[in-house]
């Protein structure tokens, strides 16, 4: 079955940095897309980078825009979430999922990982 699996998680100080990673397996060709999202308690999931397995092009929420790099390697089947300059407010659970197209709306994503925890604290 579909399977995404999240790492790379844990405790950063501000202005550090974190590699997250998705392990993806069991998907079928017409899952175009991989995206990353994060939620932090009491607040709605957001949307923050995805990538095209067709042609490999990627996009960004303004939020982490010129901090965050999401890159792929096909060999291993695993999506990357490199995070830069972190700073408190990018605390949160961060998820990776499949869609069918590209783009940062989470509606558009049928399937989740469990999501790794990010903190970013002095």
């Known amino acids: 079955q579909v399977q995404l699996v999240e790492s790379g998680g844990g405790l950063v100080q501000p202005g550090g940095s974190l590699r997250l990673s998705c392990a993806a397996s069991?998907?079928?060709?017409?899952?175009?897309?991989i995206g990353w999202f994060r939620q932090a308690p009491g607040k709605e999931r957001e949307g923050l980078s995805c990538i095209s397995s067709i042609d490999g092009s990627t996009y960004y929420a303004d939020s982490v825009k010129g901090r965050f790099t999401i890159s792929r390697d096909n060999a291993k089947n695993t999506v990357y979430l490199e995070m830069n300059s972190l700073k408190p407010e990018d605390t949160a659970v961060y998820y990776c999922a499949a869609a069918l197209a590209v783009g940062l709306h989470l509606a558009g994503y049928d399937y989740w990982g469990q999501g790794t925890q990010v903190t970013v604290s002095s």
């Open positions: 069991g998907f079928t060709l017409d899952y175009h897309a």
